[in-house]
């Protein structure tokens, strides 16, 4: 039951942050923000947040076992495995950028669907996930709603915006999409492979390596690109006010935060493939917050890929519940097997 309550906590955060990050960050582009660095870097800047619930479940621990209690948990190895993937991380929240920068909301969250398909993929290949004839369906579906899109790709192009420019940001979302599909796997491999007893603690420590490695590859690229000198400048010159851009700022990192926070936990409490088909199932509401708040266009292809990625994910979920019915018919039957051969051996005994 505790573990259900922490599940569900994890899937409120990462339901947040998947819903609210893209739209935040196209607020950022649609007021006159430029760059694709700083959105990025907003992803993960907020990770030191992670420090207040490992400070609170340290002084508890100190409570308890007195000065002998353990600082952190993280292993040298767990610290690498996680350092390794945070930089994928960070090319992943680049790449995820251009989405918001180039696309409506309703467009770059409907590619970004398609992670769902890959995460999958990595998740059979990387940690021997069991695909079932359900969730491979469920895959099929959200690679077609993806497709739906392309075939009129210019239809929802922002006006100002060039084809090329469009495309780009079609093809950089698709390929984030691919990494994020791979770094879920990841995550759950660097559980797997762990030489202790991982818990939550162990888990925000890991969340908390991911989120600085990611921000010091984003960083690089904000040097490399001169992102520091310019965001005075696009403060000054910001539609809704110089305020308004860094209080955009705050709260993207914000935002995002829970987003990874939730990621991470769902894993831990259940599988990478859990947290993709959850992004999936978020993606209806996204869209709708998109047309609502952004006006954006929402023509006959999206609603396509809606209704293709809603079949998708009630095809996963009743997949897992027949699954868990027959795994159920199987304890039972088994305990009756069981019950039956003790009787049996009882009656020899008497005998």
Same mark, same amino acid.
């Given at each position: 039951?505790?573990?259900?309550?922490?599940?569900?906590?994890?899937?409120?955060?990462?339901?947040?942050?998947?819903?609210?990050?893209?739209?935040?960050?196209?607020?950022? =582009? +649609?007021?006159?923000?430029?760059? $694709?660095?700083?959105?990025? #870097?907003?992803?993960? !800047? %907020?990770?030191?947040?992670? &420090?207040?619930?490992?400070?609170?479940?340290?002084?508890?621990?100190?409570?308890?076992?007195?000065?002998?209690?353990?600082?952190? =948990? +993280?292993?040298?190895?767990?610290? $690498?495995?996680?350092?390794? #993937?945070?930089?994928? !991380? %960070?090319?992943?929240?680049? &790449?995820?950028?251009?989405?918001?920068?180039?696309?409506?909301?309703?467009?770059?969250?409907?590619?970004?669907?398609?992670?769902?398909?890959?995460?999958?993929?990595?998740?059979?290949?990387?940690?021997?996930?069991?695909?079932?004839?359900?969730?491979?369906?469920?895959?099929?579906?959200?690679?077609?709603?993806?497709?739906?899109?392309?075939?009129?790709?210019?239809?929802?192009?922002?006006?100002?915006?060039?084809?090329?420019?469009?495309?780009?940001?079609?093809?950089?979302?698709?390929?984030?999409?691919?990494?994020?599909?791979?770094?879920?796997?990841?995550?759950?491999?660097?559980?797997?492979?762990?030489?202790?007893?991982?818990?939550?603690?162990?888990?925000?420590?890991?969340?908390?390596?991911?989120?600085?490695?990611?921000?010091?590859?984003?960083?690089?690229?904000?040097?490399?690109?001169?992102?520091?000198?310019?965001?005075?400048?696009?403060?000054?010159?910001?539609?809704?006010?110089?305020?308004?851009?860094?209080?955009?700022?705050?709260?993207?990192?914000?935002?995002?935060?829970?987003?990874?926070?939730?990621?991470?936990?769902?894993?831990?409490?259940?599988?990478?493939?859990?947290?993709?088909?959850?992004?999936?199932?978020?993606?209806?509401?996204?869209?709708?917050?998109?047309?609502?708040?952004?006006?954006?266009?929402?023509?006959?292809?999206?609603?396509?890929?809606?209704?293709?990625?809603?079949?998708?994910?009630?095809?996963?979920?009743?997949?897992?519940?027949?699954?868990?019915?027959?795994?159920?018919?199987?304890?039972?039957?088994?305990?009756?097997?069981?019950?039956?051969?003790?009787?049996?051996?009882?009656?020899?005994?008497?005998?």
């Amino acid at each position: 039951m505790k573990k259900l309550i922490f599940l569900i906590f994890n899937i409120i955060m990462l339901s947040i942050g998947n819903c609210g990050g893209p739209l935040i960050s196209r607020l950022y =582009f +649609i007021h006159g923000g430029q760059r $694709i660095w700083i959105p990025s #870097v907003l992803q993960t !800047v %907020g990770c030191p947040i992670i &420090l207040i619930p490992l400070a609170i479940a340290y002084f508890q621990r100190r409570k308890i076992q007195g000065p002998e209690a353990k600082i952190v =948990f +993280i292993t040298r190895q767990e610290f $690498i495995a996680s350092a390794g #993937v945070g930089i994928i !991380v %960070g090319l992943d929240g680049y &790449l995820n950028s251009w989405g918001p920068a180039k696309l409506p909301v309703s467009t770059s969250t409907l590619i970004n669907a398609t992670q769902l398909a890959f995460t999958a993929l990595f998740a059979v290949l990387i940690v021997k996930q069991k695909l079932t004839a359900y969730s491979t369906n469920s895959v099929v579906l959200l690679i077609a709603g993806a497709a739906t899109l392309a075939l009129r790709a210019n239809g929802d192009r922002p006006a100002g915006e060039s084809a090329k420019d469009y495309m780009l940001g079609f093809v950089m979302t698709f390929v984030g999409a691919v990494l994020y599909g791979l770094m879920l796997p990841l995550i759950e491999l660097i559980y797997m492979k762990a030489k202790q007893a991982v818990t939550y603690t162990t888990v925000l420590e890991i969340q908390m390596v991911l989120g600085i490695s990611a921000t010091v590859f984003c960083t690089i690229g904000m040097i490399i690109n001169k992102d520091f000198q310019a965001i005075p400048r696009e403060a000054s010159q910001y539609a809704i006010g110089e305020s308004k851009y860094y209080m955009v700022l705050v709260w993207c990192a914000i935002i995002w935060q829970f987003a990874l926070l939730g990621l991470v936990g769902v894993i831990f409490y259940s599988s990478s493939l859990l947290s993709g088909i959850i992004a999936a199932f978020l993606l209806p509401v996204t869209e709708v917050l998109a047309v609502i708040l952004f006006h954006e266009k929402f023509q006959a292809e999206k609603g396509v890929a809606i209704f293709l990625a809603l079949w998708g994910f009630v095809s996963y979920f009743y997949g897992e519940y027949e699954q868990g019915k027959k795994e159920k018919k199987m304890k039972k039957s088994e305990s009756q097997i069981s019950k039956q051969l003790d009787m049996g051996q009882t009656a020899v005994q008497v005998v």
